[in-house]
């Protein structure tokens, strides 16, 4: 089947790090990504990993993947108040065309 | 560079009206999709367009259908609206593989009343 599942809320305090976790089932996806949704907007592609590799670092952000577990996280450093957001996590499914399957999202708040 | 653009932003229509959606992809991309996200949840895939013809479709029913132009824009069309279609849609637009993800639009906010 085809399922992403995350947590839904985070709270953390400016400055700490983020970390967003994220299950998916589907073993032969290729691609998993994480988007970024700020209110009354529309996705914003943060990073992605391919899936032949554990770990994927991009400035403040580093992506580990399990892939034996089919388990995705999103570490934010030094968390600042412009990080909060829903992100989401996605896995991209190749059926005749591909598409992407995307968890609820989790509500990230950063307290000052 | 314009990325996905989609018109209109916003939109509110009644029950049983019929509502047309547009979007424009990011240049140089020739592969659109159209997403359905209802308040509070995360985006569904509802189909996507490649070489002017439908390649993939999700769990949606008949009323939902699509377009894709020459030009690669393409057009989502919703019949018979319902309460339950009230939702944001996202055009997303990628090259066929879409290897390096998927380069979304701001979505058109459709409420049925």
């Known amino acids: 089947g085809e399922d992403v599942e995350q947590s839904l809320f985070l709270s953390v305090r400016e400055g700490d790090s983020s970390v967003i976790n994220c299950t998916y089932t589907?073993?032969?996806?290729?691609?998993l990504y994480w988007y970024k949704q700020e209110p009354g907007a529309g996705l914003q592609l943060l990073t992605y990993i391919f899936s032949n590799m554990d770990m994927k670092q991009d400035q403040r952000l580093t992506v580990l993947l399990n892939k034996k577990d089919k388990h995705l996280s999103l570490r934010i450093a030094d968390t600042q108040t412009g990080d909060s957001a829903i992100y989401f996590c996605a896995e991209f499914v190749y059926n005749q065309g591909g598409k992407l399957i995307f968890g609820q999202g989790t509500e990230l708040s950063v307290k000052p | 560079d314009a990325g996905v653009t989609q018109s209109p932003t916003h939109l509110i229509k009644t029950r049983g009206q019929q509502v047309t959606l547009r979007c424009s992809p990011k240049?140089?991309?020739?592969?659109v999709s159209w997403y359905q996200q209802a308040l509070g949840q995360g985006p569904q895939f509802i189909f996507q367009?490649?070489?002017?013809?439908?390649?993939q479709r999700g769990n949606f029913p008949d009323r939902f259908s699509g377009h894709q132009f020459p030009n690669y824009s393409s057009e989502l069309n919703v019949n018979a609206l319902l309460l339950g279609d009230s939702a944001l849609y996202l055009c997303?637009?990628?090259?066929?593989?879409?290897?390096?993800?998927?380069?979304f639009g701001s979505g058109t906010r459709l409420t049925v009343v």
């Open positions: 997303a637009s990628s090259f066929p593989t879409a290897n390096y993800g998927y380069t």
């Open positions: 367009y490649y070489e002017e013809e439908e390649r």
């Open positions: 240049s140089g991309h020739d592969t």
């Open positions: 589907d073993s032969s996806s290729t691609y």
